[in-house]
């Protein structure tokens, strides 16, 4: 049989550490242009087309246009890595001279909270032109009294997340979040995983720990209730990993970026997925007023 071989262009930081020689990996789930791969620690380990960017546990390789992994892997066929290789039936990843994406450090401190707070109206500004241009739709209310365009099946679903929660309030919200809504990764997780993402580095911040702490037990004892893929990103994100775009876009945020700055990242944001990255970045834009609230 030939053996169509990738090099692989980057590999994500948990991705280098996670992987050992004789490892035996399985096909989880195929996609046009990603590839979805079962680790013996239980998380996935994706493919990623170079159209992709980084992820923490990602591969990116540099497939064609017509590359189709529906018509080159099948679910639960065996992987192995031997030797910086990867193999598949037909296929071959080798990941040695691949550049590794690490996590940018960012001060987590006073001022840099007052920058991401500052640049709270041009986020929101871009998130409604995003959804008026492009149609997109969430089942989630995805800003406070705001109409949305689209054809939501029923009203979309108001979010009430809050420092002055109760704990049978947030338990009530986390529980009904999980697993809510349309979608590859559901509308509810989406939006969970963006909150979670912008209360991260300030996570000590004496108003917020106990809500944030309160939160993440939630969500851990609640992955149950959603999807393989998607319990893979709420579960990293429990440990503060999240995408490139939204690593790149909470430094802007920290910053003093211009306004021009803070829109392109959140293109970026909310470019992933037919909905996912607009729920995220309602998600974001939740915590920001969480976190203003906090002041």
Same mark, same amino acid.
């Given at each position: 049989? /030939?053996?169509?071989?990738?090099?692989?262009?980057?590999?994500?930081?948990?991705?280098?550490?996670?992987?050992?020689?004789?490892?035996?990996?399985?096909?989880?789930?195929?996609?046009?242009?990603?590839?979805? +791969?079962? *680790?013996?620690?239980?998380?996935? =380990?994706?493919?990623?087309?170079?159209?992709?960017? $980084?992820?923490? $546990?990602?591969?990116?390789?540099?497939?064609?246009?017509?590359?189709?992994?529906?018509? *080159?892997?099948q679910i639960g066929q065996m992987v192995t890595f031997h030797h910086g290789v +990867?193999?598949?039936?037909g296929w071959s990843v080798a990941i040695d001279d691949a550049v590794c994406w690490?996590?940018?450090?960012?001060? !987590? $401190?006073?001022?840099?909270?007052?920058?991401?707070?500052?640049?709270?109206?041009?986020?929101?500004?871009?998130?409604?032109?995003?959804? *008026?241009?492009?149609?997109?739709?969430?089942?989630?209310?995805?800003?406070? %009294?705001?109409?949305?365009?689209?054809?939501?099946?029923?009203?979309?679903?108001?979010?009430?997340?809050?420092?002055?929660?109760?704990?049978?309030?947030?338990?009530?919200?986390?529980? %009904?979040?999980?697993?809510? %809504?349309?979608?590859?990764?559901?509308?509810?997780?989406?939006?969970?995983?963006?909150?979670? !993402?912008?209360?991260?580095?300030?996570?000590?911040?004496? !108003?917020?720990?106990?809500?944030?702490? /309160?939160?993440?037990?939630?969500?851990?004892?609640?992955?149950?209730?959603?999807?393989?893929?998607?319990? *893979?990103? =709420?579960?990293?994100?429990?440990?503060?990993?999240?995408? !490139?775009?939204?690593?790149?876009?909470?430094?802007?945020?920290?910053?003093t970026a211009s306004a021009t700055q803070v829109q392109l990242t959140a293109l970026?944001?909310?470019?992933?997925?037919?909905?996912?990255?607009?729920?995220?970045?309602? %998600?974001?834009?939740?915590?920001?007023?969480?976190?203003?609230?906090?002041?």
């Amino acid at each position: 049989m /030939a053996v169509t071989a990738f090099s692989a262009l980057s590999i994500g930081y948990l991705a280098a550490n996670r992987l050992a020689d004789q490892d035996r990996l399985q096909v989880h789930s195929c996609f046009q242009r990603s590839l979805n +791969l079962r *680790h013996p620690d239980g998380y996935l =380990l994706p493919l990623l087309s170079s159209a992709f960017q $980084d992820l923490p $546990d990602a591969i990116r390789i540099p497939v064609s246009r017509e590359w189709d992994w529906r018509h *080159h892997a099948q679910i639960g066929q065996m992987v192995t890595f031997h030797h910086g290789v +990867l193999r598949g039936v037909g296929w071959s990843v080798a990941i040695d001279d691949a550049v590794c994406w690490q996590l940018d450090q960012m001060d !987590a $401190d006073e001022p840099t909270l007052l920058n991401a707070l500052s640049h709270y109206a041009t986020l929101e500004w871009q998130l409604i032109e995003y959804c *008026h241009q492009y149609q997109s739709e969430s089942d989630l209310q995805l800003l406070p %009294g705001r109409i949305q365009s689209g054809t939501a099946r029923h009203p979309p679903r108001v979010v009430q997340l809050d420092l002055t929660d109760s704990p049978e309030r947030l338990a009530a919200e986390v529980t %009904g979040l999980i697993g809510y %809504g349309r979608g590859l990764t559901p509308d509810g997780d989406d939006y969970l995983l963006g909150y979670m !993402a912008v209360l991260w580095p300030w996570r000590q911040h004496p !108003a917020v720990t106990s809500h944030d702490g /309160a939160l993440r037990d939630l969500v851990g004892s609640q992955l149950s209730r959603t999807n393989d893929i998607s319990r *893979h990103y =709420l579960a990293r994100a429990l440990a503060g990993h999240f995408s !490139a775009p939204i690593c790149q876009l909470m430094l802007v945020l920290a910053s003093t970026a211009s306004a021009t700055q803070v829109q392109l990242t959140a293109l970026e944001v909310m470019q992933f997925g037919a909905s996912s990255g607009v729920d995220c970045l309602a %998600g974001i834009l939740h915590g920001l007023r969480t976190l203003r609230s906090s002041l």
